[in-house]
């Protein structure tokens, strides 16, 4: 039961927004959307420092959308309506990348 409740939780956009800092770096976030708050984008940089792509958003401040670019690529990988949303699903995919691939045989 503890564990169903703590899945849900991680879930919900309050645990998301805990994940994802708005133009500061705090210690607690696992990316800082660089100048968000100030400019309509700016660098997605992790915990450690890495810039790992670039975020923007539209002037329309009812309805923002978010988009994620990472770097080398000219599209976006990934878009919210949601803030939280979008920062965690940026921390998904930037673990998925950090995990060894176990497909091909050594």
Do not use: K
Not at 9 to 18: D, G, H, N
Not at 24 to 42: F, K, Q, V, W
Not at 50 to 61: A, K, L, P, Q
């Amino acid at each position: 039961m503890i564990q169903l409740m703590v899945g849900l939780l991680r879930r919900s956009s309050a645990y998301r927004l805990m994940h994802c800092a708005e133009g500061i770096a705090m210690p607690n976030y696992r990316i800082t959307l660089d100048g968000h708050g100030e400019r309509l984008s700016g660098e997605v940089i992790t915990r450690d420092g890495e810039v790992i792509g670039s975020w923007r958003t539209d002037e329309n401040d009812l309805d923002d959308f978010y988009q994620f670019i990472p770097d080398g690529e000219q599209e976006p990988t990934i878009q919210s309506y949601n803030l939280g949303m979008f920062c965690f699903d940026i921390e998904e995919w930037h673990e998925g990348r950090q995990q060894p691939d176990h497909a091909t045989p050594a």
